[in-house]
């Protein structure tokens, strides 16, 4: 799912619709989603209620270089 359509979703407890639809037809269509451009938290709580299977952005990452990746995971899975 497109960045831009990430941003519609706000810090209310609304859904916005066009979102909503997106992940139900992607569903339907049993096809997994990733969303783009996550950078709030109220973001990935709505996404996780739509069940979305993926999410990045600035929330979790800013852009790593493969090197700054391959670091990460070691530190996370080495540890």
């Not at 609304?14 to 997994?32: R, Y």
């Not at 709505?46 to 999410?55: G, K, W």
Request: charged residues 25%; aromatic residues 8%.
């Amino acid at each position: 799912m497109a960045r831009s359509f990430v941003r519609l979703i706000t810090e209310t407890e609304e859904k916005h619709p066009i979102v909503d639809a997106i992940v139900g037809l992607a569903k339907g269509l049993k096809l997994e989603v990733i969303a783009e451009g996550v950078e709030h938290s109220h973001q990935v709580m709505q996404l996780r209620e739509l069940q979305c299977d993926y999410a990045q952005g600035y929330y979790f990452s800013p852009a790593l270089s493969i090197e700054d990746v391959d670091a990460l995971l070691v530190k996370i899975y080495v540890a």
